[in-house]
């Protein structure tokens, strides 16, 4: 349990700055994506949602998606000492504060004020968990296109800690996306926690930096003092507030789960998509793709191997480039369509061939120095992902490559992402990792088996 009070001094912003935060990969979401999405922000005090997601609201409502409020408390606990006030007045202060910033932030966009007692949310899950769904069903999104937007569940605030759970627990029920935003944790946390390296960033354009200076600037309640009066000081530091004048903001980020799909439907799911189309993804005339291409290639650290397997070859674009790199290469897919492909485009080269073949379940025989697992593991449900890594750790050398890229964004119709297929590579292995490259769109992570040379 986290101990901490407004008034400690706290991990100064130029830690934060020099840490790795400021270079965390962006949320892997563009302005399309966006748009195509409604936003529920749930905030336990007035104030919160601007702290932690007032540049957020901004953008996405810039981007042209749905932005509801949930507001469970008034906050009217925030000045328990006040000599000048009562609970029932500053109550009517911050809601009045609440409804202006998040005006600014959103116009037009319903709140609701669900009127429970500040301090005491984890009384009140049940409530707050219907109020959360009904405001879900009343939006009429399609339960893939909802985010909820919630207080970091681990913040060290007790209210903060409750409704990031319930978030989570509604999220993960309905199939939602989750963002949480975190608000104490950077007072009380040091750098060198890790809790913060698994988040992801949001960058704000100055017009958003501004919308979110705003939207604190209206709860003076608690960026300026009641009055001169002992138990009216200030709430939020000019300290604390400067972990909230950041270009970007950062928040815990889950997909939504879009579907059920699992390696048993891949083969007809792509012969369908490679019947429409020679090359359904553009990979020889995709700047994107080659730049990928290239990047993959780069980032082996061998420059021969002696046989290498890749999962997912599709048309063989990829597979082409790696028989530079090895003197046998196998490289299968789940569709046959796509299989025949690649296999046209490999007929040429000696020691390589390309087979139908739907992972985990199958697994082609031998030992391989390399595996290349690129844009595939999240077509597999997670029980699968998992056999897939064991087929990889029986079937890879001591000391062999591993190599796994993947796309960053949702995955339509399936259950994982780019970051849950890597999430559970690591957890899975417990291999060293050579080296880690994340950009928006994608992540690419190489692993070394254990019990090479050293």
């Not at 219907?130 to 009429?140: D, M, N, V």
């Not at 390696?263 to 359904?280: L, M, T």
């Not at 046209?344 to 290349?372: H, K």
Request: charged share 20%.
């Amino acid at each position: 349990m986290v101990t901490f009070s407004h008034t400690d001094t706290g991990t100064p912003e130029s830690a934060w700055a020099a840490s790795g935060v400021p270079s965390l990969p962006e949320l892997p979401l563009d302005a399309n994506e966006l748009a195509s999405m409604t936003f529920v922000v749930l905030a336990a005090h007035p104030d919160d949602e601007s702290l932690g997601a007032g540049g957020l609201v901004a953008k996405v409502q810039s981007a042209g998606a749905t932005v509801h409020f949930l507001l469970c408390t008034a906050g009217e606990a925030s000045h328990p000492e006040s000599r000048t006030t009562t609970p029932e007045r500053l109550a009517a202060v911050r809601l009045s504060e609440f409804h202006t910033a998040v005006s600014g932030l959103a116009p037009g966009a319903a709140w609701r004020f669900l009127e429970l007692p500040d301090g005491r949310l984890a009384a009140s899950r049940e409530r707050i968990a219907k109020a959360l769904q009904e405001t879900i069903t009343e939006s009429g999104a399609p339960a893939g296109n909802v985010v909820i937007v919630a207080p970091y569940r681990s913040d060290g605030h007790t209210d903060h800690d409750a409704l990031g759970s319930i978030a989570a627990q509604v999220a993960a029920a309905g199939g939602h996306g989750l963002l949480e935003y975190p608000v104490w944790y950077w007072l009380w946390a040091p750098p060198e926690d890790s809790t913060w390296c698994s988040w992801v960033r949001v960058p704000l354009t100055e017009d958003e930096q501004a919308a979110k200076a705003k939207a604190m600037r209206a709860h003076v309640s608690q960026t300026h003092p009641l009055s001169p009066e002992p138990g009216d000081g200030t709430l939020l530091s000019a300290t604390f507030l400067e972990h909230f004048s950041r270009p970007w903001e950062t928040f815990a980020w889950r997909p939504p789960v879009t579907g059920t799909n699992a390696a048993a439907d891949a083969e007809r799911i792509f012969d369908e998509v490679h019947a429409r189309a020679d090359d359904p993804w553009n990979y020889t005339t995709s700047w994107y793709e080659r730049r990928k291409r290239t990047l993959t290639l780069a980032a082996l650290p061998r420059e021969e191997y002696v046989r290498g397997l890749e999962v997912g070859c599709s048309i063989g674009t990829l597979s082409v480039e790696l028989t530079g790199r090895c003197r046998e290469l196998t490289a299968v897919d789940a569709s046959s369509t796509a299989a025949t492909r690649a296999r046209n485009r490999l007929a040429a080269v000696d020691g390589a061939e390309a087979r139908q073949m739907t992972v985990p379940a199958e697994w082609p025989e031998g030992a391989f120095d390399l595996v290349v697992v690129s844009e595939v593991g999240y077509y597999l449900a997670p029980d699968e992902l998992g056999r897939l890594f064991h087929r990889i750790s029986e079937s890879l050398d001591p000391g062999g490559t591993l190599l796994l890229c993947h796309w960053r964004h949702p995955i339509v119709g399936w259950q994982l992402d780019g970051e849950a297929v890597h999430t559970m590579a690591r957890g899975h292995l417990g291999w060293p990792v050579h080296g880690t490259y994340h950009e928006k769109d994608f992540i690419l992570e190489v692993f070394t088996a254990p019990g090479g040379p050293a």
